[in-house]
């Protein structure tokens, strides 16, 4: 029966009943929903999206497309979800979010959500608010029951380089890092930054480098840190990927397309150096660009990061708990 025909009390009840199926998440940890890397969809690996568990509470870290399918997977109703932390605003790493705000709304979940992000965020939020707007109008279809004025269920909070904030009883610290080189001081550096986060959780500490390249920012960031959630690119694959699609790309092109995304993201050399660097307990990779290669090429990726850093080393896959 489809929603529409059930009411919104009876859908209220059904949200308030026990979901044998979907446990509570366990204490504290870090579940990579989604590991795939880039705006090119993949059949084998979920868009970007993390969820921080915190004393049974969820928190998102990134919100790519199909982050409330892979909640589902993952044994997390949508309503435990109580804030969301985005690092850039790439649509791989937001576009889940829509779908998080509207069936909050569809499901009158009343507590407002908390959306933390970088300069911009406000108005992405805004965006999909609006396109809220007219099935919160009909709601279920009842005259004079609309539901809940979706700009009610929403705040934001914007984050700059350097802030630092208590999150339930927990800290989160954001690092720009070198996702954009725009010049310091300009317009466009003000208006427009890619974010890595530490969550402090008093027995652990993880740190996510979202989207980056080579950061002294984000190596100040994970020091010392018990776990480092980091990006990687393969260079060779994406390159190769590159070269099916645009066979005629001009020699100069190409190049520039390689500087780009050897500067704004991390090869597998990078990353053993930025977790050597910064003295982190363990390794888990995540953010796959390029896809899932065959396993001879993955062995490489351990293989190069492990040149560099002796530590436990983990390449993540769609759900996986940390």
């Given at each position: 029966m489809a929603w529409g025909a059930i009411g919104p009390v009876l859908a209220a009840c059904l949200l308030a009943a026990p979901v044998h199926a979907q446990p509570a998440p366990a204490a504290d940890g870090f579940i990579t929903l989604g590991t795939m890397g880039g705006p090119v969809p993949s059949p084998d690996r979920s868009q970007p999206a993390n969820a921080l568990v915190h004393q049974g509470k969820v928190y998102l870290v990134d919100a790519g497309d199909g982050t409330v399918q892979q909640l589902a997977r993952a044994g997390i109703l949508l309503p435990r979800v109580r804030a969301v932390f985005l690092s850039h605003l790439h649509a791989d790493h937001t576009g889940g979010l829509s779908a998080v705000l509207a069936l909050r709304n569809q499901t009158n979940q009343r507590d407002p959500i908390i959306v933390y992000g970088p300069p911009g965020t406000r108005e992405l939020v805004a965006g999909m608010v609006a396109s809220m707007q007219p099935a919160a109008?009909?709601?279920y279809g009842i005259p004079g029951q609309p539901w809940a004025p979706p700009a009610d269920t929403v705040r934001v909070i914007e984050l700059t380089d350097g802030e630092r904030l208590?999150?339930?009883?927990?800290?989160?610290?954001?690092?720009?890092?070198?996702?954009?080189?725009?010049?310091?001081?300009?317009?466009?550096?003000?208006?427009?930054?890619?974010?890595?986060?530490?969550f402090d959780l008093g027995?652990?500490?993880?740190?996510?480098?979202?989207?980056?390249?080579?950061?002294?920012?984000?190596?100040?960031?994970?020091?010392?840190?018990?776990?480092?959630?980091?990006?990687?690119?393969?260079m060779g694959g994406t390159m190769a990927n590159v070269?099916?699609?645009?066979?005629?790309?001009?020699?100069?092109?190409?190049q520039q397309l390689e500087q780009h995304l050897a500067t704004h993201h991390l090869t597998p050399d990078a990353v053993g150096q930025l977790a050597l660097r910064a003295g982190v307990k363990a390794l888990v990779i995540t953010h796959f660009a390029a896809g899932t290669p065959d396993p001879e090429r993955t062995k490489g990726y351990i293989g190069e990061i492990r040149a560099r850093y002796p530590g436990p080393v983990t390449l993540a896959n769609d759900l996986d708990r940390f």
């Open positions: 109008r009909v709601g208590t999150v339930d009883g927990f800290t989160v610290t954001a690092a720009q890092n070198s996702h954009y080189d725009f010049a310091a001081g300009s317009i466009e550096d003000r208006n427009y930054k890619s974010l890595s986060f530490r027995a652990r500490s993880i740190v996510y480098t979202g989207d980056t390249g080579p950061s002294a920012a984000v190596e100040k960031l994970a020091k010392g840190a018990d776990l480092l959630v980091s990006e990687m690119i393969d070269a099916r699609n645009s066979p005629d790309m001009p020699p100069q092109a190409k």
